[in-house]
């Protein structure tokens, strides 16, 4: 069966770095258009980035600035998420999910990880 | 960016009765639009794709309708687990968003 775990959350400090993970299995990974998708604590979703199936076409959400960076390893079946400079709003649970229809961005998401949870606090 | 508001913020009702979300878009997207069902602790769960095709193993308790601007998620008859917060989600433009959520609670 499908299935997404994501790795890598925890406490930083203002201006730190954290990278993210997310180890899938059960479907062909390289097809897949994927995204990271984030809730901060009682908030709603906000999407945050996508990522192609062969990594040549990425989106990210204009709220991030290129502070964060996506990218995937389809050998390894991995996603990450490589997140600078990091604030004190980007604290939430960074899901990763999968779109919708093999090798097509429908830009909805069938199937979502459980989360992991970044804390920005000093 | 499109706006999408849900309404209500909260659903008080009981099991059996008759559930009816809003989501009203600030533009048309057409038909695309997702809900989606989160439980506490949970990660969301695909619901509706399309404004009204429900997705893989969802109960047929659950439909979807509308077009344009305005949307609505239907579940018949409430079951003891359908309460949760119900989201709506556009993927017309980019980029996608969601809306604020409508929470469903038990009476």
């Known amino acids: 069966q499908v299935q997404l775990a994501e790795s890598g959350g925890g406490l930083v400090k203002p201006g730190g770095s954290l990278r993210l993970s997310c180890s899938a299995s059960?479907?062909?990974?390289?097809?897949?258009?994927m995204s990271w998708i984030r809730q901060a604590p009682g908030k709603g979703l906000e999407w945050v980035s996508y990522?192609?199936?062969?990594?040549?076409?990425?989106s990210y959400a204009e709220s991030l600035k290129g502070r964060f960076t996506i990218s995937r390893d389809n050998a390894k079946n991995l996603l990450y998420l490589q997140m600078n400079s990091l604030r004190a709003e980007d604290t939430a649970v960074y899901y990763c999910?999968?779109?919708?229809?093999?090798?097509?961005?429908?830009?909805?998401?069938?199937?979502w990880g459980q989360g992991t949870l970044v804390s920005v606090s000093s | 960016e499109i706006v999408l508001t849900q309404s209500p913020a909260t659903l008080s009702l009981s099991p059996g009765e008759r559930a009816t979300f809003s989501c009203r878009a600030s533009q048309s997207i057409s038909n695309y639009l997702a809900w989606y069902q989160q439980k506490p602790g949970q990660a969301p769960r695909l619901l509706i794709h399309d404004a009204s095709n429900r997705a893989t193993g969802i109960p047929a308790r659950f439909s979807g309708s509308g077009s344009g601007t305005d949307f609505t998620l239907t579940i018949s008859s409430l079951e003891p687990e359908d309460f949760a917060v119900y989201y709506c989600?556009?993927?017309?433009?980019?980029?996608?968003?969601f809306g604020q959520g409508t929470k469903l609670e038990i009476k």
């Open positions: 990522i192609s199936p062969d990594n040549s076409y990425i």
């Open positions: 999910a999968r779109d919708f229809d093999y090798d097509l961005l429908t830009g909805y998401f069938d199937y």
């Open positions: 059960g479907f062909t990974f390289s097809g897949y258009y």
């Open positions: 989600q556009q993927r017309s433009n980019w980029p996608q968003t």
